[in-house]
């Protein structure tokens, strides 16, 4: 793992996760190995389960007696010295790990200093200056107590170039570190708004990883990655992604940030935003980035071309308050209208002292705008409108599409050594930046500029760019029909969705998202390639998102798939109020429509979303509504899954009673209608099997969950989705457990959990996760909190309340195991008022169980028989037999007898 662990109170859990996560492990075999007493508690079960190919033993005295001929055989010794020499026990012992170590980590991850800079722009002409803060980030990349930098600045200050610049003066070794990876979170400017799970994908892509359809999961094992080895992180314009208050509200790189600013284990994190940005620790370092020093400010200007006296240029850089990027463009035009003279400056109107930078930059752009040709023109705006950076295909084939109108024409009859060549000019301004790979893009101030700038003087020539750019993406591969072989071939295909959707070409680029993105039912960008943050964008640019008004020639049947699909997608991603108000909008448009069998599918998904809201009531009376409605369409499907939410949401109740009668009448209409219809074998026999377990009828139980496994794993299109095989799973896995088939439970809980974390569905997952607590709560307390952590994770701060009670009830049961009560008893508070908030019924009797035990912990005879009581009275009240929870109530009653 290349890090040391700290000595302390947590040094068997920290050494446990990381000789889980390791990809590798030697163990450097001592005489003091067996007497150690985290060998046998902690670091021997964790191997036990690893192949043998991932572990070696290396015996100590024969690295000394074969003078490093052992060691060789994990690659190339870097270090001719052999461990033989040196100075003492405890060094040779560190140099040998070291070595091994080192040969392990370039087999798995290359050559030290992998570079990816992508995301950043190249370095502009011209940059000076800012060598205190260069030195701040030396100084911090050195200091091992640092784990991340914040770079605050206003926009145009300058930050991705100070630490741009400041990467370029590391070269070629970077610090010594391994990596050196980036990402540029998208700007304001851009359509469809910024996700940072997209960031933290292209992070993932940086190291070699592939994303996966959890967000969440992607940015845990990203920070795993990242703290294998030394890495610099360059999360470069966090802003669109903060609150006004400053803190992140993209769930993805908020925990990315917080866990690597919290530690790095060598390298060191460098975040840049505009103020206020909100990340506190002992680890963390702020630099506030401010207007550059007077002589830097003349420096710049004479490197742009700028001519006259130092005091001339210093009353200039005065006028532009010193603002990075003012200077430049001032520079740049200056340089190309007035040959650099500095008394032309002088007839320039800058706008009011009070004016800020922004508005400043405004007006700096309209004097470039004015001078600039049609053709330089165009290209720029060409580049502002796009949502990716453009390359010279791009330009070219905007020029030489008939429909190019407006500005856009400009370009028609450029060749594209002409189009370089203006490019190339316009890369010596400020206006144009050169990406890594060679394409064009522009700083969010000046894209932000040029589009409105066109879209108020130009809009039907910017129109027609998106449909000619909305063309030119549809018509690139994949084709209908065809798979999407890497994630980033999607890419041409989303950003032909943005354009048509700008273009008013919405039928079209329903086509594109329906057909060939999603293609169907299949769901083929979320379930092959996990792209949760381009489907996310590619939905809600259909959306006015004040309003979630869907544009006005699609078909209802297309609103409605639009509206739903989008709906479920915000909802598994815990977005819940958004997520009602567009399955609202799903059900209003089936409704006027005359789709039945739609308004069922979307009423009972709003059900489902006030049900992780705890509102239990509106999600049944919803619930019913859409049974209703799917009687009404004669669709089987629809009927089925409307009563199978319904049993659902009766049994959360605690009316378990009649939720098997709902369940028995699924199964009488299924057996009944089933002939001829797919999709629909599987109903009820998850749900179903869940509430069997309380009514303590464990062999029925066990068999609607094993059978609701086989259907999963076979043909059936609905039965057979990574949600399904998951749900089945760990209802499966749950009665196994009552059973006393502890291993086998194990293996399908973590199936469970795997399978729902590919479904990319943070709703389920986090359940899976909590029933994998309660599993190992009163067995093992360490894993038990560790699907805990992963729960709350997934679920804090989404406002799901039933997952909130359920987490406090199984923290607390932790907390008691291990003789924690104060925690006990706050989670078991928290638990009651949430039950008693949402009229969550099933769980009261375990939350009366759970109070006696902690009474009987501490001594209250009293209340052990008072919370014995009302458990046993509030299970019988709802009928519940299970057969764990009478076990603990009468054995408390018991003990209180005897005492």
Known sequence: ????????????????????????????????????????????????????????????????????????????????????????????????????????????????????????????????????????????????????????????????????????????????????????????????GPYGSAAVSVLLEAIGESPSQDPLESASRLVRRIRERPTIVVLDGLEPLQDDR????????????????????????????????????????????????????????RSRGMRGTDEQLGRLAGRLRRHALSLSLVADYLSEAHGGDVLAADRLDFGAEQLDDGGRIQ????????????????????????????????????????????????????????????????????????????????????????????????AAGVRAAHEVLFEWFRDQPPRRGEDAVRREDLDRLYAAVAHGVQARRWCESFDVLHDRIRQGERHTSLKAHGAVAEDRRAFLAFFDRSTFHPPGDLTSWQRHWLENSAGVLLRAQGETSDAVRLLERAVRTADAAGLTAEAAESVRNLASVHSLRGALTEALACAESAVCRADASGELRPRLSARDFRGHLMHRFGRLHEARAAFEEIEQIRDREIAGQVGVAHYPLTSFAVLLLDLDEVELAEDRAARAVQLAYSDDPDAGSLLSRGLATRAHARTLVMLGRTDEAIQRFQEAVQLVRDAGRWDHLAPCHLDCALFWADRDGDQARRHLAEARRLFQGCGFRLIEADAALITARAALAEGMLEEAADELDAAEVVLRETSFRVPVPWLHALRARLCAARGDHAGVRREAGLGCQEARAMGMKRRDLWRELDFHGRAEESA
């Open 1 to 192: 793992m290349d890090a040391w662990i700290t000595a302390g109170e947590h040094v068997a859990r920290e050494l446990e996760e990381r000789l889980r996560a390791a990809a590798h492990v030697v163990i450097l075999v001592t005489a003091r190995l067996l007497d150690w007493a985290e060998w046998t508690h902690v670091a021997r079960p964790a191997l036990m389960s690893r192949r043998r190919a991932e572990v070696s033993l290396v015996r100590w005295q024969a690295c000394i007696d074969d003078a490093d001929e052992v060691l060789r055989r994990f690659g190339p010794m870097q270090d001719p010295a052999p461990v033989v020499s040196a100075a003492d026990r405890a060094t040779a012992l560190d140099a040998a790990a070291r070595r091994i170590g080192d040969s392990l980590r370039a087999a798995r991850l290359g050559p030290r200093c992998g570079v990816a800079l992508g995301g950043l722009p190249s370095p502009e002409r011209g940059i000076v200056g800012r060598e205190q803060e260069k030195r701040l980030l030396d100084d911090a990349l050195d200091n091992g107590a640092v784990h991340a930098v914040v770079v605050i600045g206003e926009g145009g200050a300058g930050k991705t170039q100070l630490v741009r610049t400041w990467l370029d003066g590391l070269q070629p070794a970077y610090g010594g570190v391994d990596a050196v990876i980036s990402c540029s979170i998208e700007d304001q400017d851009r359509g469809g």
């Open 363 to 458: 007006r700096i752009l309209a004097f470039y705008e004015a001078r600039l040709k049609p053709e330089a023109r165009a290209v720029l705006g060409v580049v502002a409108l796009c949502e990716r950076p453009v390359d010279l295909a791009t330009l070219s084939a905007v020029g030489a599409h008939p429909r190019a109108t407006g500005f856009a024409a400009s370009i028609g009859d450029a060749s594209p050594e002409e189009l370089r060549r203006t490019c190339a000019r316009l890369e010596k301004t400020a206006l144009l930046l050169t990406t890594e790979t060679g394409a064009w893009d522009q700083h969010p101030l000046v894209r932000g500029y040029w589009r409105r700038s066109l879209e108020a003087v130009d």
């Open 246 to 301: 400053g803190e992140l509200i993209d769930r993805p790189i908020r925990l990315l940030v917080r866990d690597l600013a919290s530690q790095m284990y060598g390298g060191l994190c460098v975040i840049t935003t505009r103020p206020p940005f909100n990340l506190e620790g002992t680890g963390v370092r702020r630099i506030e980035l401010g207007p550059i020093d007077v002589a830097s400010a003349i420096q710049v200007l």
